[in-house]
């Protein structure tokens, strides 16, 4: 069983189209991270959300954070060729460093 | 600074074998965290090193192991390679506080035939 769960897990979209990707949980978590993974290489981290409601934004990439820390939302605005990859989400372990990674969604912008 | 430097970039290895990873994380951090990324299941944690120490560790049998050496540097070990190994291995590095952001190496990519 994920702890993370992404959806949808797969996106294809035309150019210029808005799109929005959701990572639930049921359990809360202290923060969570937004990352960006393309093939043949480690994921890069896009933002972290640390307070609930919190909303954050990255040029055409719109990050949220649930009331309860449950559960974030990640809105790309006019979608570019070069936002194709894979968004993970991660969230804390309550103790150490060790951290929980969603199932991911792998977006494809057709120009 | 430069980055997570993972060696080798890619592997082929066979059923039984035993393979060895490096990561060297970012100067100063003394966190590495390795992580096995596959389609099925995503990203999984296997352990995490401090200071020499394993601090942390998921579920993953004992046939994966680690060290840690005085300057950071971190190695994974598998024994024994099942084909259900050929993945891709992360590691990944941080200064140790607790929930501080993880900065990830490009990876190893690890094929067992």
């Known amino acids: 069983t994920q702890l993370l769960e992404q959806s949808p897990q797969f996106l294809s979209i035309q150019e210029g189209e808005n799109l929005t990707v959701y990572c639930n949980s049921s359990?809360?978590?202290?923060?969570l991270q937004w990352y960006r993974q393309e093939p043949g290489e480690g994921p890069v981290l896009l933002v972290t959300?640390?307070?609930?409601?919190e909303v954050k934004k990255l040029k055409r990439l719109t990050f949220q954070f649930g009331d309860a820390r449950k559960d974030s939302s990640l809105h790309i605005t006019a979608a570019q060729p070069g936002d194709t990859g894979l968004y993970l989400c991660?969230?804390?372990?309550?103790?150490?460093?060790?951290?929980?990674f969603g199932t991911g969604t792998s977006l494809t912008v057709i120009p | 600074k430069a980055g997570v430097t993972q060696t080798p970039r890619y592997l082929i290895k066979t059923r039984g074998q035993q393979v060895t990873l490096s990561c060297s994380p970012i100067?100063?951090?003394?966190?590495v965290s390795w992580y096995q990324q596959t389609p099925g299941q995503g990203l999984q944690f296997l352990f995490e090193?401090?200071?020499?120490?394993?601090?942390n560790k998921g579920n993953f049998p004992g046939r994966f192991s680690g060290r840690q050496f005085s300057n950071s540097r971190s190695e994974m070990n598998v024994s024994t390679l099942e084909l259900g190994d050929s993945a891709l291995y992360l590691c990944?590095?941080?200064?140790?506080?607790?929930?501080?952001?993880?900065?990830f190496g490009p990876g190893t990519r690890l094929l067992v035939l």
């Open positions: 990944a590095s941080s200064s140790g506080r607790a929930r501080e952001t993880q900065y």
């Open positions: 359990s809360v978590f202290s923060s």
């Open positions: 959300v640390v307070t609930g409601g």
């Open positions: 991660a969230g804390p372990a309550n103790t150490g460093n060790q951290f929980y």
């Open positions: 100067s100063g951090h003394r966190s």
């Open positions: 090193y401090f200071s020499e120490t394993q601090r």
